[in-house]
């Protein structure tokens, strides 16, 4: 990579950090918008929409995450634009933006997503939805096995964080904050479509994507991860869970049609 080049991602990194809360807005729109475009396919074509609803998730997920790792395992320009967002953000960023950036990422905190797996698990088993209950543990304790996976691969040291406000250890390629929150409230607004009235579905699928890309946004925010980190830790938690749903769908087709041939 050329010296042009280098210093174009660092540039582009420190104006990042100065309008950071600018880019969560806009980032936060689009995915809204994209909940709200999923959530429209499925109320149209139900039937074909969980299809839909996988491919869209992981198809351009995973040529993301392929773009990402290979930025980060070369050295290249994604890593500067890191590097500089994250010194930015060390000077700008105030006391009370980082005590408010710690609120979201509750959601993906480990003790909150086992809890939330034990009764939404417990309650599926008692509907006698053994298939969902069987893909839900999937969604959430495969991505959270995948993901140590994918860090100890890439072994990426985190940013230093000094403010004392939040301390992480490990590694930092790819968030298990944001593959873990996109994968269990992904799946959770997916379990909500399957069998919750049509008035839950829209508020499932919007609150499901404002928790995956605040709490990924925050974790940037309070610089125990680079912007790329957190790219990639939502791109690995969406093809986790678009094969998740693609495979809960095969299974329940070949049980029905089990049933069908007895």
């Known amino acids: 990579m050329t010296p042009r080049f280098s210093d174009a991602a660092s540039a582009l990194g420190a104006a990042a950090g100065q309008h950071a809360l600018m880019l969560w807005l806009l980032g936060l729109a689009l995915a809204l918008a994209l909940a709200g475009w999923l959530g429209a396919r499925w109320r149209q074509r139900r039937t074909l929409g969980t299809r839909h609803w996988a491919l869209c998730c992981a198809l351009p997920a995973l040529a993301l995450f392929t773009l990402l790792a290979t930025q980060v395992a070369a ?38 997503v086992i809890a939330l797996v034990a009764a939404v698990g417990a309650w599926l088993l008692w509907r006698r939805e053994r298939l969902l209950a069987l893909a839900w543990v999937a969604a959430v304790v495969g991505n959270a096995l995948l993901n140590k996976g994918l860090k100890h691969l890439f072994e990426r040291a985190r940013p230093p964080h000094l403010h004392g406000i939040v301390h992480e250890t490990g590694y930092s390629f790819p968030s298990g904050h944001a593959s873990g929150t996109l994968a269990a409230y992904g799946m959770l ?55 998740c749903i693609l495979g809960l769908r095969h299974a329940q087709q070949r049980e029905r049609q089990t049933l069908l041939n007895q």
Request: one cysteine or more; charged letters at 5%; a neutral charge.
């Open 75 to 112: 050295g290249a320009s994604m890593t500067h634009f890191d590097a500089a967002l994250a010194r930015t953000l060390q000077v700008q960023a105030s006391a009370t933006l980082l005590h408010w950036a710690t609120v979201p990422t509750w959601a993906g905190d480990p003790p909150v």
């Open 189 to 243: 607004a997916y379990v909500v479509l399957r069998l919750a009235p049509p008035a839950w579905h829209m508020p499932a699928l919007l609150g499901a994507a404002w928790l995956a890309w605040t709490g990924a946004c925050s974790r940037v925010l309070l610089q125990v991860h680079y912007a790329s980190d957190v790219l990639a830790g939502l791109a690995s938690g969406s093809v986790w869970l678009g094969l």
